[in-house]
């Protein structure tokens, strides 16, 4: 290895280990998603995570708008019951992705999140599970696998999106050498100019079930 790429890529591996040791900031509950049934008022979401292995060690926080919802552990799920109507949901776990939903009383929707390992970065994604795609058609087989994880008070307070004079930032200091500060209006207002032009599949009412 070349020394301009040994400390960086050594600084990168610490980082890696130490953010994925130490307190949990989740718990694994049962999987109940089979005795669940749609709520008439409200609309359903459950979000999922397939990753397992090294990529499924890292944490990834779910929002809707700036409100801290859930959180996925490796191969794991929650289920949020929320109004109907237009929403904006985040995912965050290094960086932000965002989706843009609309939403029906009574119906469930799909929504999966994951980590991505990038060449000295890491990053979140978050799309739409869309009525007739391939993870929507092998739910029956997905769903019972997929550990129930809930958020620890040391996890909401990790992960909440703080309120300060200067913005609303999320503060992550699980890294060995760096704290994280994402400012999450910006992140959302990036995002927002760029699906301008960068077409993605938003949660639209027809896609729950």
Known sequence: MQKGYFFPTLI??????????????YLIKENALNERQNNKTKATVV?????????GTHDVAVYDGDKLIGILSDS???TYETSPGEHLFASYSRTLDFL???IAAGKTYYVQASHQDRVLALASKI?????????????DQILPSLNNTEL???GRELYKVHNEPNGKFIIDDRAAFFTYRIDYDQARAQWLQKSKTVQ????QPEDGL
């Open 200 to 203: 993605k599949a938003e949660l």
């Open 12 to 25: 990168l591996v610490l980082t890696v280990l130490i953010s994925c040791s130490g307190p949990k900031h």
């Open 152 to 154: 620890t008070e040391l």
């Open 100 to 102: 843009k939903a609309e």
């Open 127 to 139: 799309i739409a599970v869309k009525k007739g795609s391939d993870i929507m058609n092998e739910l």
């Open 47 to 55: 979000f999922i995570r397939l990753q397992s292995g090294f990529g």
């Open 76 to 78: 794991g799920y929650f």
